[in-house]
T-cell receptor, first 119, second 111 residues
């Protein structure tokens, strides 16, 4: 199946700093990318959906000024957690939906996740 | 948005067949049903997807009745390594593509 990578796999930062997480589709073009957050023992919560070249659509309750999403190309999306605080500590997972080729129209491929710890 | 309901947890033994049923009463005409598996600290892994009737691949089968208000994931002979959380999702394909995760089912396979 198609591969989605995330970088870094884990990051520790100080409160008040910003952290950028990259999500890449390695062998297919991703027309749509999704960002999820998962707290321990909980399910994944959709944060936002982004289409290449356009602004992300955020889910209700997700602060767009705090979680900046950029989807500048068909293979790369970034999530920047600005002015991070300890409550932002979580497991962030991206996924990508292909436009065809390696990905089926209705299938999402998930990245391995990024563990963010804010001290 | 179509909401899914599935058992919170299930226990099984190695070699047994496991069936996990999910209800999605307000699934829309264009929506697909997809199941994912997730291990701790990893991203979800696609298992199977279907629209109606039965779908089978090398790891699982998916049974969807005619009314599509529920679906059942069948894992033929589980092993210890199948211990994971299994998510039933309705892939919303109307007014934009979106996937919303439900609570998932924690499957624990015992020796």
């Amino acid at each position: 199946g198609a591969v989605v990578s995330q970088h870094p796999s884990r990051v520790i930062c100080k409160s008040g700093t910003s952290v950028k997480i990259e999500c890449r589709s390695l062998d297919f073009q991703a027309t749509t990318m999704f960002w999820y957050r998962q707290f321990p023992k909980q399910s994944l919560m959709l944060m936002a959906t982004s289409n290449e070249g356009s602004k992300a659509t955020y889910e209700q309750g997700v602060e767009k000024d705090k979680f900046l999403i950029n989807h500048a190309s068909l293979t790369l999306s970034t999530l920047t957690v600005t002015s991070a605080h300890p409550e932002d500590s979580s497991f962030y997972i991206c996924s990508a939906r292909g436009s065809g080729g390696a990905g089926t129209y209705n299938e999402q491929f998930f990245g391995p996740g990024t563990r963010l710890t804010v001290l | 948005l179509a909401k899914t309901t599935q058992p919170i947890s299930m226990d099984s033994y190695e070699g047994q067949e496991v069936n996990i049923t999910c209800s999605h009463n307000n699934i829309a005409t264009n929506d697909y049903i997809t199941w994912y598996q997730q291990f701790p600290s990893q991203g979800p892994r696609f298992i199977i997807q279907g629209y109606k009737t039965k779908v089978t691949n090398e790891v699982a089968s998916l049974f969807i009745p005619a009314d599509r208000k529920s679906s059942t994931l069948s894992l033929p002979r589980v092993s210890l390594s199948d211990t994971a959380v299994y998510y039933c999702l309705v892939v919303i394909n109307t007014g934009g593509f979106k996937t919303i995760f439900g609570a998932g089912t924690r499957l624990f396979v015992k020796a």
